[in-house]
């Protein structure tokens, strides 16, 4: 069963890449409500307790991948058709469920912004349970990656919109590199091909290492090379609180890596867990790693957030959205490069 929900989990990593967002255009100044993650199902009382509900709770309430304890994809409401009125309506996220014979067009149908904005909503109509059943095992992966690339779009948003200077202008400026965090992020390390920031508070850390290696081969983009240049950086440079203490990559659970493009680029996406090496700190990663091929190097993004106690879900995804921020100056000439790989020349 462990391995089903792993391979599911993997899938939608790999969806929300290709995923489309759909909106017509219009722009609704009502800003949404509820908390990040939080979901609003309108569905019928019979149908949430049997087939239809079931479906969509262990499609989308199922664990988020990568965290030391369980914690929902998303934090589901149901709610029945006569309840759903304004207050639930600007809600961030929200599924519309019609199962009757009076439908017309059974399908799934994916609108931006219906009511607020920015807003993912998705109808799904039937003619029966069966039906329901069908439609939405065909277009589980789809639905999940629509509304977590929702989630993600909307922290982009805000950072895009406000930022943390400092960080921004050294990427710039020593790495040939953008990505933009929130305020309050402070440079706690920096050498010639390594960039550590982090956001701390007494209750939660959050931190991004950006770095760099040289591409030798495309081993370079394996889960095990990738380890090895990571810990051996962590152990040099994030010391633990502890004399002898430091960072390194948890290895008693699984690393889940899938390979993807991201601004066009080769790229690897790695999630698991991190700890400290002779101390009891530990907690979730994201890690992106980028192929640079017109400087022939790999630029790697490693996020993670440390929150004894509390949960680590939107943490994590907050950092998620700061590292797939990552832009290289150069990009340009990597397009021409990898069109022309594309193209076999």
Known sequence: MKSKKIRLISLLVLAISFV????????????????????????????????????????????????????????????P??????????????????????????????K????????????IKAKDAGQFEKIFTENRIKIAAYFIRAEKERLTMNYNKFYEKEVFNVLNNKFNLTMKVPPGFAIAGQKEDLLWFKYE??????????????????????????????????????????????????????????????NGNYASEMRGLWRVENDFMGGPYISLAEL????????????????????????????????????MNDQAKNDKINSQVKMGN
């Open 112 to 123: 931006d912004d219906v009511w607020a904005y920015p807003q993912a909503t998705v109808q």
């Open 292 to 327: 640079d091929v017109a400087n022939q190097q790999v630029v790697v993004a490693f996020g993670y957030v440390y929150a004894p106690s509390k949960n680590k879900r939107n943490l994590l995804r907050q950092v998620e959205a700061m590292i797939y921020s990552l832009k």
């Open 201 to 262: 508070t007494p209750e939660i850390s959050q931190g991004i290492l950006v770095y760099t290696f040289p591409y030798v081969s495309d081993s370079a983009f394996t889960v095990n090379y990738l380890l090895r240049i990571r810990d051996s950086l962590l152990r040099a440079n994030v010391p633990g609180p502890t004399k002898g203490s430091y960072m390194t990559t948890e290895k008693r659970m699984e690393q889940t890596s899938n390979i993807r493009e991201h």
């Open 20 to 79: 489309a967002c759909t909106n017509d255009g219009t722009v609704m100044h009502k800003n949404i409500t509820g908390a990040a993650g939080e979901m609003v199902v309108v569905i019928s009382k019979n149908s949430w307790e049997g087939t239809p509900g079931k479906l969509i709770r262990e499609t989308l309430a199922q664990p988020q991948l990568g965290l030391p304890q369980d914690e929902p994809i998303f934090n589901i409401i149901d709610v």
């Open 81 to 110: 058709q006569a309840a759903f009125k304004d207050i639930f309506r600007s809600t961030r996220n929200i599924i519309q469920t019609t199962i009757s014979r009076s439908v017309e067009t059974e399908g799934v149908f994916f």
